[in-house]
């Protein structure tokens, strides 16, 4: 173990900004771009949905 | 030998069979992804001792090589995609180019990112114009370039041909940045991993970069496949087989 408290862990021998500044903003993009592609399918999803709707009311008529 | 015991490829080349596929094939990358995550993680912070002359500081390697790798081998994939489309006009690889573009933009950019993060507390500078750095910049303008031209051109086969001609003239950079070390004077230290001699690290360090590699590999892999589905929705948004799904229907 290389850490003797949260702190020491958190310090990161004085390259806690480097360090968590790049891990932080890797963890940001990577949690964010998965969020993205399902919203961009759930979007889709009900533009169709929205599409067959419509396609089904109109024959109803 | 007959016929029937070889699986048709070809068959998953259709957006059709692809789609349900690549939906089954999603949740185990996402699994595989975050158990190479929490185990590359664990062993980056917790297992992985010191370093003798950079301290703390160089555990930015375990996200900075993978992203590196990931963002050069991505537009591989990408390029091959793209001219698989040209040769043979299927339909399925160009959503694949579209689908990998935007995550190896990202990769690209987290290698610079964490590289200016790296540079400053060991150099003592974010950037410098140096052939390594240079050429992975080429590199994420190509991806923005790629994802920029395919968005300006409305109709959905002719962005797949001009997108394709981009990625494959483009292709030429990869191996620059790949040999740039050797080729150029550079402040950039050379390959951490090579085939022809022993890694230039302590095995723990090396394990934890090698299995943070590969959670970046699952993720890709879980997150082009997720990508794809939609952007196959939205081309095939007009067929009849899209308008049957179940999920659709619902």
């Known amino acids: 173990m290389n850490w003797g408290s949260p702190a020491e862990f958190f310090a990161m021998g004085g390259y806690g900004l480097y360090v968590w500044g790049s891990f932080g903003v890797c963890a940001l993009l990577m949690i964010a771009e998965p969020i993205m592609a399902s919203k961009r399918r759930k979007d889709i999803l009900r533009s169709l949905r929205r599409e067959r709707l419509a396609e089904t009311l109109d024959n109803q008529q | ?250």
Not at chain 2, 61 to 73: D, G, L, N, R, T
Not at chain 2, 225 to 234: H, N, S
């Open chain 2, 1 to 250: 030998m007959s016929d029937n015991k070889i699986i048709n490829w070809f068959k998953y080349a259709s957006p059709q069979s692809f789609y349900p596929l690549a939906g089954k094939m999603i949740p185990w990358f996402w699994a595989l992804a975050a158990l190479f995550t929490i185990a590359g993680l664990w062993i980056s912070f917790f297992v992985a001792p010191t370093d003798a002359t950079q301290g703390e500081g160089y555990r930015i390697i375990f996200i900075h090589v993978p992203a590196a790798w990931m963002s050069m081998f991505l537009y591989c994939v990408m390029a091959a995609w793209a001219g698989i489309g040209l040769a043979l006009n299927t339909r399925l690889s160009g959503m694949m180019a579209q689908a990998i573009a935007p995550t190896g933009a990202i990769m690209a950019f987290l290698s610079l990112w964490t590289g200016a993060f790296w540079g400053k507390p060991m150099w003592g500078t974010w950037w410098v114009w140096d052939a390594r750095l240079t050429s992975e910049l080429i590199l994420f303008f190509l991806y923005i370039g790629f994802i920029a031209l395919q968005a300006a051109i409305d109709d959905a086969r002719r962005a797949d041909k001009a997108g394709a001609i981009l990625a494959l003239v483009g292709a030429v950079n990869v191996p620059i940045i790949y040999w740039s070390v050797k080729w150029w004077n550079t402040l950039h230290q050379g390959a951490s991993v090579a085939i022809n001699k022993a890694p230039a690290m302590a095995t723990t360090m090396l394990w934890g970069m090698l299995i943070m590699a590969l959670a970046f590999w699952m993720y890709a892999i879980a997150l082009v496949l997720t990508r794809v589905r939609a952007i196959i929705l939205e081309r095939e948004a007009h067929t009849e087989w899209v308008k049957e799904l179940s999920e659709v229907k619902q």
